[in-house]
């Protein structure tokens, strides 16, 4: 009692749904687990569990073994259901290991029921091994109350418990309990374990699997960058050299086809199968497959997969890796529409012109039918409703009225059901052209999302490190926002200009009629006074409208300059309002680590930014409003004039006879002077929608031409320099050795002497990446290289330029020349990072199994190791812990299976229970052959049709020596002795870069860590300027 009583069920509703028991690390602190409520028919699923934890001590709580204290305490209570205070305290309480009672036990605690992990009967598994309980005293054995398993009351209970929860056994299971429960993972780990153990016992690294025959052809590399404009790609293809040398021919087919990279064959590339030859003595061989330029348009990157398929004809030859490769197309065309440099700028016309023909060109037929759709909507209101209401009005009915003829009378009736049939087939056509433009004009599927598309494709390809260049709340905001500007009121906006210049074109066309009309009545009057008010009248009849059209433009045109501004200003406060409101939202499982008094201050400044937004976005809006109105102003001002004067006209040729004012006519000029507005009105908005969709159109035109997959183009133009030179030597990045094993263990990773790596001015401050400055070295492969510094950003962007995610730069951060080295791979090597946060998509593959088969394995495959390692492969990936998540991240990368895998502390947070399992299973990947060997030991078939070499290397940043050391054959780096720390150091007079030379920074295993001399720096710049250097 002297202890803290911790009830951790809270309002459970009358069900039992937590719980806790003390972890078996600290069973010598162990507290007393007490029965409280209940009644006698189920004493303990309408009570509460509580843990008494005697203070000091030191607890653990594991909740996923639950289920076995609640069983323990329910049988434990059925067989004591008549305890009392003396009877316990005849018992007394369980004994400490050291024989020294804990803190509030003793006489007067009654009701209290001794658990222990002895009880449960079941101990967690680290790895293949089995934890034992320890031996305990006899003395606390004869308090411990075993659970029967054959009880009735037992196993009703945990039927009642099922029932109650909806949650079974499997759920409060750990990794390591969920995976050994299955037999044929217990068989895998026996395998797994058993070749540790051999491998732990090698001094020296094994000779990699030899290919079945010695005669084999692969392709030079897996992927083959090109540019565009170079009008065609040379794929090289190399022969082994003992089959060079045997003296035999060999013929092979490549096929080149499409895949999913959103190359067209026929459109974008020329596909085809290639028979290729290899003669007597020749080892390699290239096949040129031509590329379409489209001078006209923009694209994104986008690829096609060239592939060996077999052997035609030649002596036993076989196919090697890489047998597959993708033929990456690059385009440096500027969007949209190829646009000069020149025509960027300025007011945006050009720009404007641009992207309304690259959207006309991609929708072809559908653009043009919407058009037509758009135009004859207003021939409809404007011009055949206003000609059937002026003749109706001023000839059918004048004529009816004036005259005594019944042949007349019936024409007039006949003529008057003809122009309302007129009128019903204008309305009918009308319903035709609206259900053509609704059809076709594709501003959804057609437009805004194959907009969000190229964005969201060049945001998802480019490198790391150019999306340091703009924002991620930039390209978010371009997509949902900007996207959807540009598509109604860039793209749309159109349709409804040449909509508004038809309607204004038949306005004029029926005001210049109707001036005709008049013109008509009065030519063959002969008293001045009655014809000249009709001629000034058809007059301005069209001068009213021929003003009202440049007057309201040109006063949209005089305040662009401020829209701009406005909407410039808006776009940048909402966007870092987007920002904000997206982390919360995205982020909403990390908020529970939040106080309410951060949660408030998180709130307020989300507010602050909205309250900032807002006084932005009224002067946007009211901008754009008022430029607007502009041309209604000027409209109506116009109309009113025509109101009153057509008036005073109409009244003086009722009365007097004087000019051609009818009241058709009069009607006919009200409805044109309101269309004119209308459609005036309507074009003017659509001007001022093109001015804020020009400010959208350069934030997307910036970021479509962001210069992307710069090292790939770089690579593009060496490409093209090795082909072009047409030597067998330029084929081969290192060396001229046609030998897939001798090219790979070799050569190894090779960094260049003063390689840097510098971040943009911008941003020189990140959380992943850290700039450094490296001497020569080279990083062996075919085994497990551990690289060790105490910065870890720093090493962090070693292991990035390992693996190809940031690229090497001047030290200025500009990008290297197309002859500089930095850091050189051999060809055909597929290498990869494993990412240090998490790798679940969402609702894009929500469960584990469906985001596993992205990598290409076979289902099964993905399946079993998943459940190898504990995992339950339909579970939802962002239900996963931390550390479930880390061990998913693995075993996706071992199902990818690439030659070289880098990897920052991997088993950081795996769980404890299945770390040394984890670790085992990338000694297997890497060691035992990679994917090949797991799926053999998982008994899982994997197709292998061409001959790989196997080789894999694991390269680990800052390892736990503890875990990762006794082999051997593994390697250790130290990197603090590669770093430039200073420019005053002399790299020429920094010795030498192989493992074999003494003090180099390679240490064998077992070595001790040399302990590091930390500079501390004397504030925040000095520690910039050691981060730029490497320095700790």
């Not at 305490?73 to 205070?85: V, Y």
């Not at 080892?283 to 590329?291: E, Q, S």
């Not at 490296?774 to 962090?796: F, K």
């Amino acid at each position: 009692r002297r202890g803290r009583s911790v009830d951790t069920s809270g309002d459970c509703g009358g069900d039992f749904r937590h719980g806790v028991r003390l972890g078996q690390e600290q069973r010598a602190h162990r507290g007393e687990v007490e029965l409280l409520g209940g009644g006698p028919k189920r004493p303990v699923l309408r009570g509460h569990l509580a843990l008494v934890i005697p203070a000091p001590s030191c607890v653990v709580l594991c909740s996923h073994r639950l289920h076995r204290l609640f069983r323990v305490a329910l049988a434990a209570h059925h067989a004591h259901a008549q305890l009392d205070e003396a009877h316990h305290g005849e018992d007394g309480p369980l004994p400490h290991r050291s024989g020294v009672a804990p803190a509030g036990s003793g006489e007067g605690q009654a009701d209290r029921i001794q658990a222990s992990d002895a009880a449960s009967g079941d101990w967690p598994l680290h790895g293949p091994h089995e934890r034992r309980p320890p031996a305990q005293p006899e003395d606390a054995r004869q308090h411990q109350h075993p659970e029967d398993p054959e009880d009735p009351d037992d196993q009703r209970a945990n039927v009642h418990h099922r029932e109650c929860t909806g949650l079974t056994d499997n759920y409060w299971k750990g990794l390591a309990e969920r995976a050994f429960e299955i037999e044929e993972v217990k068989v895998f780990w026996k395998k797994v374990e058993q070749w540790t153990l051999e491998a732990r016992s090698l001094t020296e690294l094994p000779a990699p699997k030899p290919p079945p025959v010695g005669d084999y052809v692969y392709l030079a590399h897996h992927s083959f960058p090109c540019l565009q404009q170079h009008g065609r790609v040379s794929i090289p293809l190399l022969r082994s050299s003992s089959g060079a040398a045997s003296g035999q021919s060999l013929e092979v087919e490549l096929v080149v086809a499409e895949c999913d990279g959103g190359a067209k064959k026929g459109r974008d590339f020329g596909a085809g199968t290639h028979r290729v030859v290899f003669a007597p003595g020749e080892d390699h061989a290239v096949v040129n497959v031509p590329i379409k330029h489209h001078l006209d348009q923009w694209q994104n990157s986008y690829w096609f997969q060239v592939r060996l398929t077999s052997v035609l004809s030649g002596g036993g030859g076989i196919i090697a890796s890489p047998a597959e490769a993708i033929v990456l197309v690059l385009s440096e065309e500027a969007w949209p529409a190829n646009i000069p440099e020149t025509k960027r700028g300025g007011a945006g016309i050009s720009l404007m012109r641009y992207f309304i023909y690259l959207d006309r060109l991609r929708r072809g037929e559908k653009w043009r039918k919407t058009m037509i759709g758009m135009c004859w909507l207003p021939v409809h209101s404007v011009f055949i409703s206003t000609i059937v209401q002026k003749v109706l009005v001023d000839h059918v009915v004048k004529g009816i009225q004036n005259t005594t003829n019944y042949a007349d009378i019936v024409w007039f009736y006949t003529e008057s059901v003809i122009l309302i049939i007129v009128q019903l087939i204008s309305l009918g056509l009308n319903r035709w052209a609206d259900v053509v433009q609704t059809r076709n004009r594709g501003r959804t599927g057609g437009i805004r999302q194959v907009h969000r598309g190229e964005l969201l494709r060049k945001f998802m390809h480019m490198e790391h490190s150019e999306h340091w260049l703009a924002s991620d709340a930039s390209w978010l905001y371009a997509l949902i926002y900007d996207a959807d500007v540009v598509t109604g009121k860039a793209y749309f906006s159109v349709f409804e200009l040449f909509q508004s210049i038809t309607a204004l074109f038949l306005s004029l066309v029926l005001a210049i009629g109707l001036a005709f009309w008049a013109w008509s009545q009065n030519r063959g009057t002969s008293d001045a006074r009655i014809a000249s008010p009709g001629t000034w009248q058809a007059i301005w009849y069209i001068l009213g409208v021929v003003i009202i059209i440049p007057l309201g433009l040109f006063g949209v045109w005089f305040r662009r300059k401020l829209m701009w501004a406005a909407v410039i200003a808006r776009k940048d406060l909402e966007c870092a309002w987007f920002k904000s409101c997206t982390w919360i939202i995205t982020h909403w499982r990390q908020l529970y680590g939040l106080s309410g008094q951060e949660k408030v201050a998180l709130e307020k400044r989300v507010l602050k930014q909205n309250s900032e937004f807002i006084p932005a976005h009224w002067d946007a809006r009211d901008t754009m409003n008022d430029t607007a109105w502009v041309t209604h102003w000027i409209q109506g001002v116009a109309y009113c004039f025509m109101l009153i004067f057509g008036l005073f006209a109409l009244c003086e040729y009722s009365r007097f006879g004087i000019g051609a004012m009818e009241v058709g006519t009069y009607y006919a000029l009200c409805k044109i002077y309101l269309s004119v507005g209308k459609y005036v009105g309507r074009l003017s908005g659509v001007f001022v929608d093109m001015q804020q969709a020009v400010v959208s159109l350069r934030e997307i035109a910036a970021l479509n031409n962001q210069v992307d997959q710069r090292s790939q183009r770089r690579e593009a133009r060496r490409w093209a320099a090795r082909i072009g030179s047409r030597c067998k030597a330029s084929l081969l990045r290192h060396g001229s050795s046609n030998s897939l094993e001798q090219n790979v263990c070799a050569q190894g990773i090779t960094i260049a002497h003063g390689m840097c790596f510098v971040r943009p001015m911008e941003h020189k401050v990140g959380s992943t990446f850290a700039e450094l400055k490296l001497r020569a070295c080279t990083i062996p492969l075919g085994c497990i290289v551990h690289v060790s510094l105490g910065n870890e950003r720093v090493l962090r962007s070693f292991l990035g330029l390992i693996s190809q995610v940031i690229h090497p730069t001047d030290a200025m951060g500009q990008e290297l020349p197309d002859d500089a080295e930095g850091v050189s791979v051999p060809n055909g090597l597929r290498v990869n990072m494993l990412p240090v946060g998490s790798v679940g998509m969402g609702t894009t593959a929500p469960s584990l199994l469906d985001q596993l088969e992205f990598t290409g394995a076979p289902k099964d495959l993905c399946h079993a190791l998943a459940e190898a390692v504990g995992l339950e492969p339909h579970r939802e990936t962002a239900s996963l812990g931390m550390g479930s998540m880390q061990v998913f991240s693995i075993i996706r990368a071992i199902l990818v299976d690439p030659d070289v895998l880098c990897a920052f502390r991997p088993l950081a947070f795996v769980p404890m229970d299945m770390r040394m399992s984890v670790h085992m299973l990338l000694r297997l990947w890497q060691g035992g052959g990679g994917l090949p060997r797991v799926a053999e030991f998982l008994g899982c078939s994997l197709k292998q049709g061409i001959y790989r070499t196997s080789t894999r290397s694991l390269i680990i940043g800052n390892p736990e020596q503890d875990l990762w050391g006794g082999f051997k054959t593994d390697v250790h780096l130290d990197l603090a002795r590669y770093l430039w720390k200073g420019a005053d150091l002399d790299p020429s007079s920094m010795g030498s870069t192989t493992s074999s030379v003494e003090g180099s920074p390679y240490r064998p295993s077992g070595s001790p860590t040399p302990t590091p001399k930390l500079r501390l720096g004397r504030g925040l710049q000095d520690r910039n300027i050691q981060d730029i250097w490497g320095g700790s």
